[in-house]
Structure formats: structure tokens, C-alpha cells
């Protein structure tokens, strides 16, 4: 925990927070401006805005024993030079962790698209938005790491870490962990087997942000890798945090598909659109596996408890897409037995200890 400052008017803060304004006020020269909280993620960073005469800015507080902000300004330098939109970069202090950013404004795709008429609005911009950096990103996609066996096996096994001993308080047992290893084994081939493009790998409701003329600007993009092409449309389609209905989200895919192709890119997008939708749907079981574990550790470890409202749509995905492929049929009556009915009573002993 951050130890508490004594600040010459005699209010307290957290000393990151000093440091932040001293930052500002003696490294940048923009005097002592207000700076308010602006958001916070599942890391350990914390984002604050800045109010200056011209307008405002963002700062990226990135404890330098906790985070590296070197992917964030590696990606976004990546991401600008395929032509995305991701906020610039005007001031950085590596040694302290500091970043001073352009501010895209408080609104949130989340929060836009739970108005009436707006997600028919946003949704094809998101997805034109994806599609050119899929498109225009291949040289950059190049100078990312692969997401590999690797890491696709490492993600999944926090679910039998955080979701299963620690959540559902039930280490799985040898014929579980069997069955796990199959499964997994099973989704990181199918990954494998996938055109490998740009991954934001994080390409959510709450990592767009709707600017004026609903212009959107992409943000939280530092984990990238160059992977699956499904998985940021499953990040964006099957979004942990608003749900749509199936033939809507296949008539998306299918228009995502058909843009690929208008823009040349035929060695990305499967010999059909049923392919293209058991890409789409098998990578969103991984990724799916994995956030339940993601979830259950942000709970349980970072205490951020809000994260547990977000795990039955979560579990919901991955039965779904069980029940529709045989090869996933077994881990799905699996989920039905053991997971889906214990998730109320984990969700209310985590909350139990906040």
C-alpha cells in the first residue's frame, strides 16, 4: 500500500499522487493544475486528468515496481503507424512511471450503447475500426510477440487456479484436470490454426471511448500480440459486459468477414463464413476460460469485488459455444454439473470477506 503524504495545505495523499503533481508542476512547467481521478483498470496503473488552459489531458500513473509502461508506448507507437486511433503521447517520465496522454473524453462505448438506436450506430464503426487495423497492421503485427502455446495454456490455467480451488473452493481432482488438459489442448490447436493478424487483445466496450461525431479512439492496448484473428471480435462481439443476440452478433461476423475480403485480405477470412465462425466461437472459449479465472483472481487477490457481477454472462458464453461443438461437449456437461451451480454461493462467500 502506498504510504500516506502530508501535503502543504495539510490535506493527505498518496505519495504516487504527490509525486504526480510535482511531475507536472516542476519536470513540465504546467504550475499546480486541478487533477482529478479518471479511471483505473485491472492493473495496478491509475489514470488522472489533468485540467489545463487549453483543455485537458490524461496522466498514466504506472508504479515502475509494479508496471512497464515500455508495451504501452511500444503498441501505441505500433498501433499509430497502422493508422489506428490511440491517444498521443506528449510528456513521459520512465524512471517514475508517468505519462501524459491525450484525453478522448469520459464516454465510453459501454456507456453509449446501452442507449436506444446507438449500438446500430457504433457497432459497425467499432468493427470498420478493427478491420483496417487487421487489414494495414500485418507489417506491424510482425514486431509483436506470438500469442503462442505458450501463453494461450498459461491464461487457461487460471481457471483451475482462481475459478475452480479458489472461487468455487474446489481443487479439481485428477479425471477433472484430465479433462481440463484436453480441453485446453483442443483449444489451443484450433487457435494455432487461425490466420494470425494484430491482437489488442483487450478490445472491449470499456476500452473504446466515443468522441465527438462518434469518432473512437482505442485504449488499454499494451498486451498486444500477434494472434488469432477471432479474438478481438469475440472481445468486441461476446463482450464480457453487454450481451447481444446471437443472430445479430453472427450478422456482424459476417459483415466483418465481407469487409476483410473488400479490403484483399482473402488468406484471413476462411474458406466460408461458417469457418470463420468456428474460429470465432472456439477463440472466444478460450478467451471466455480464461477470464473466469482473470475475474476470480481480481476478486479474491486485488479485492475488486465489481468484477464478480460480470462472471455468470462470462460462463454463460463458454456453455453456449460448448453446446454448439462436440469436441467441447464433455467440458461443457462438466460447467453444467460442477461450475454453474456452485457460482452464486462462490460469489457471495468472495463478497462475504470484501
Same mark, same amino acid.
Not at 500485418?138 to 510477440?145: I, P, S
Not at 494484430?198 to 500480440?225: E, T, W
Given at each position: 500500500?502506498? /504510504?500516506?503524504?502530508?501535503?502543504?495545505?495539510?490535506?493527505?495523499?498518496?505519495?504516487?499522487? @504527490?509525486?504526480?503533481?510535482?511531475?507536472?508542476? #516542476?519536470?513540465?512547467?504546467?504550475?499546480?493544475?486541478? $487533477?482529478?481521478?479518471?479511471?483505473?483498470?485491472?492493473?495496478?496503473?491509475?489514470?488522472?486528468? +489533468?485540467?489545463?488552459?487549453?483543455? #485537458?489531458?490524461? +496522466?498514466?500513473?504506472?508504479?515502475?515496481?509494479?508496471?512497464?509502461?515500455?508495451?504501452?508506448?511500444? $503498441?501505441?507507437?505500433?498501433?499509430?503507424?497502422?493508422?489506428?486511433?490511440?491517444?498521443? +503521447?506528449?510528456?513521459?517520465?520512465?524512471?517514475?512511471?508517468?505519462?501524459?496522454?491525450?484525453?478522448?473524453?469520459? #464516454?465510453?462505448?459501454?456507456?453509449? $450503447?446501452?442507449?436506444?438506436?446507438?449500438?446500430?450506430?457504433?457497432?459497425?464503426?467499432?468493427?470498420?475500426?478493427?478491420?483496417?487495423?487487421?487489414?494495414?497492421?500485418? =507489417?506491424?503485427?510482425?514486431?509483436?510477440? /506470438?500469442?503462442?502455446?505458450?501463453?494461450?495454456?498459461? @491464461?487457461?490455467?487460471?481457471?483451475?487456479?482462481?475459478?475452480? =480451488?479458489?472461487? %468455487?473452493?474446489? &481443487?479439481?481432482?485428477?479425471?477433472?484436470?484430465?479433462?481440463?488438459?484436453?480441453?485446453?489442448?483442443?483449444?489451443?490447436?484450433?487457435?494455432?490454426?487461425?490466420?494470425?493478424?494484430?491482437? *489488442?487483445?483487450?478490445? *472491449?466496450?470499456?476500452?473504446?471511448?466515443?468522441?465527438?461525431?462518434?469518432?473512437?479512439?482505442?485504449?488499454?492496448?499494451?498486451?498486444?500480440?500477434?494472434?488469432?484473428?477471432?479474438?478481438?471480435? +469475440?472481445?468486441?462481439?461476446?463482450?464480457?459486459?453487454?450481451?447481444?443476440?446471437?443472430?445479430?452478433?453472427?450478422?456482424? %461476423?459476417?459483415?466483418?468477414?465481407?469487409?476483410?475480403? *473488400?479490403?484483399?485480405?482473402?488468406?484471413?477470412?476462411?474458406?466460408?463464413?461458417?469457418?470463420?465462425?468456428?474460429?470465432?466461437?472456439?477463440?472466444?472459449?478460450?478467451? *471466455?476460460?480464461?477470464?473466469?479465472?482473470?475475474?476470480?483472481?481480481?476478486?479474491?487477490?486485488?479485492?475488486?469485488?465489481?468484477?464478480?457481477?460480470?462472471?455468470?454472462?462470462?460462463?454463460?458464453?463458454?456453455?453456449?459455444?460448448? &453446446?454448439?461443438?462436440?469436441?467441447?461437449?464433455?467440458?461443457?456437461?462438466?460447467?453444467?454439473?460442477?461450475?454453474?451451480?456452485?457460482?452464486?454461493?462462490?460469489?457471495?462467500?468472495?463478497?462475504?470477506? &470484501?
Amino acid at each position: 500500500m502506498t /504510504p500516506d503524504v502530508r501535503r502543504p495545505d495539510g490535506a493527505t495523499g498518496d505519495a504516487r499522487l @504527490e509525486l504526480l503533481r510535482d511531475w507536472l508542476a #516542476t519536470a513540465l512547467g504546467l504550475g499546480t493544475p486541478a $487533477v482529478v481521478p479518471a479511471s483505473a483498470d485491472a492493473s495496478f496503473r491509475r489514470y488522472f486528468r +489533468v485540467r489545463l488552459a487549453d483543455g #485537458t489531458r490524461i +496522466v498514466m500513473d504506472a508504479p515502475p515496481d509494479k508496471e512497464d509502461i515500455e508495451p504501452y508506448l511500444r $503498441v501505441g507507437a505500433l498501433l499509430r503507424g497502422a493508422g489506428a486511433r490511440v491517444p498521443q +503521447v506528449y510528456a513521459v517520465d520512465r524512471v517514475q512511471g508517468f505519462v501524459l496522454l491525450e484525453d478522448f473524453g469520459a #464516454t465510453s462505448f459501454l456507456s453509449e $450503447v446501452r442507449k436506444p438506436g446507438r449500438a446500430e450506430a457504433l457497432y459497425p464503426r467499432a468493427l470498420a475500426a478493427l478491420a483496417d487495423l487487421q487489414a494495414r497492421g500485418a =507489417t506491424a503485427a510482425l514486431q509483436l510477440a /506470438p500469442y503462442d502455446a505458450a501463453v494461450l495454456q498459461r @491464461e487457461m490455467a487460471l481457471l483451475p487456479e482462481w475459478f475452480c =480451488t479458489q472461487h %468455487l473452493a474446489r &481443487a479439481p481432482d485428477a479425471e477433472e484436470r484430465e479433462l481440463f488438459a484436453r480441453t485446453f489442448d483442443f483449444l489451443v490447436e484450433a487457435a494455432l490454426e487461425q490466420p494470425q493478424v494484430f491482437v *489488442h487483445r483487450d478490445y *472491449h466496450s470499456r476500452n473504446l471511448m466515443v468522441m465527438p461525431g462518434d469518432a473512437l479512439g482505442m485504449i488499454d492496448f499494451q498486451d498486444a500480440l500477434r494472434g488469432p484473428i477471432g479474438y478481438d471480435l +469475440v472481445s468486441l462481439l461476446k463482450d464480457c459486459y453487454i450481451a447481444w443476440p446471437r443472430a445479430q452478433v453472427v450478422e456482424w %461476423l459476417r459483415r466483418h468477414r465481407e469487409s476483410l475480403r *473488400h479490403a484483399g485480405c482473402d488468406a484471413a477470412i476462411g474458406v466460408d463464413d461458417e469457418q470463420f465462425l468456428r474460429w470465432f466461437d472456439l477463440i472466444g472459449v478460450q478467451r *471466455h476460460v480464461k477470464v473466469l479465472g482473470i475475474f476470480a483472481r481480481l476478486a479474491w487477490r486485488d479485492r475488486k469485488f465489481g468484477y464478480l457481477d460480470d462472471l455468470p454472462l462470462t460462463l454463460r458464453y463458454v456453455q453456449e459455444s460448448c &453446446a454448439r461443438y462436440a469436441e467441447l461437449a464433455e467440458f461443457g456437461a462438466w460447467l453444467e454439473r460442477r461450475a454453474a451451480p456452485a457460482l452464486d454461493a462462490a460469489n457471495a462467500r468472495a463478497r462475504s470477506g &470484501a
